[in-house]
């Protein structure tokens, strides 16, 4: 099993050139914690713009579990299994759930990556070298609408030096 800073070495080798300096996915484990959870953390230039502590990711994957449970009832499997799709969607994750996600985006091509459902996958695609300046341009007409991925959108676009290009690729 590859270490989280494995992990974090080979996402930041498929990055962009123009972005690698400045995106750093940062892990954290609280050593001394019952559980040695932590957080996680997308952060550009030193600023977080995703992520969340594990106490907050619990909490969040409990109220969803609690609303469903008050709307439509069901096994408490069933229940987990619908939050953790809706945590995924909107890039709450468990330290635990992440290491999935990061597994998830090397194992598919930047096309489904940019279609995945999960956040954290869609946001590592933009950052990806794979992702190039015609796909950038043309992401332009119907940017991200997620906080996370919005945000490494406008860096690749302004690392790119496209932000003041004419919305067509020619």
Not at 45 to 64: K, T
Not at 109 to 132: H, M, N, P, Q, Y
Not at 136 to 160: D, K, N, S, T
Request: charged share 35%; hydrophobic share 40%; proline share 2%.
């Amino acid at each position: 099993m590859t270490t989280w800073s494995g992990l974090r070495k080979q996402v930041h080798e498929r990055m962009a050139a123009s972005v690698r300096h400045r995106v750093r996915l940062q892990v954290t484990h609280y050593r001394r914690a019952h559980d040695a959870e932590g957080r996680w953390a997308l952060e550009i230039d030193g600023a977080e713009v995703g992520g969340i502590g594990c106490i907050r990711a619990h909490w969040a994957e409990y109220e969803i579990i609690e609303r469903l449970r008050r709307e439509r009832g069901g096994s408490v499997a069933e229940l987990q299994r619908v939050a953790l799709e809706e945590i995924r969607a909107e890039g709450r994750h468990p330290v635990n759930t992440l290491r999935d996600a990061v597994e998830e985006y090397f194992r598919l091509g930047i096309t489904a990556a940019r279609e995945s459902k999960d956040v954290v996958v869609r946001s590592l695609a933009l950052c990806d070298r794979r992702f190039g300046r015609r796909r950038l341009l043309a992401l332009r007409e119907e940017p991200p609408a997620h906080p996370m991925e919005l945000a490494v959108f406008r860096l690749r676009i302004e690392a790119e030096g496209i932000d003041g290009q004419s919305k067509s690729c020619g």
